[in-house]
C-alpha cells in the first residue's frame, strides 16, 4: 500500500486465526516486523434478510486513542468505496 502525502510505501502482514464462514474472520495485521506487535481483527456478518448483510468489525491491539481515530477513518473510505463498488456491479 502506498499512503499519502508522499505515497510512502506500507508493506502489510498478517495472518488469519478465525475462518467461520459466511460468519465471523479473525486476522491479525501490522505494518511492524515485530512478531507481538499486531492488531486483532474480527469481523462478523449477520443475515439481514432481503439481501442485506450487516458487517461489525472491530480492531485492538496497540494503537493509542488518536491512531485508532485515524484507523477509523482509514476503514470507513474502504468501506464506503466497497459500497460503492458493489452498487455499480448491482
Known sequence: MYAPPNRR???WWGEYREVEPPERLVLTM???PEPDHYELIT???????DG?????????????????????????GFFDRMTERLADSG
Not at 469481523?43 to 434478510?49: E, K, P
Open 9 to 11: 510505501r506500507i508493506d
Open 43 to 49: 469481523v462478523v456478518l449477520s443475515d439481514l434478510g
Open 30 to 32: 501490522s505494518d511492524r
Open 52 to 76: 442485506r448483510t450487516e458487517m461489525v468489525l472491530e480492531q485492538r491491539g496497540h494503537l493509542g486513542p488518536d491512531h485508532y481515530e485515524a484507523t477509523k477513518a482509514g476503514w470507513g
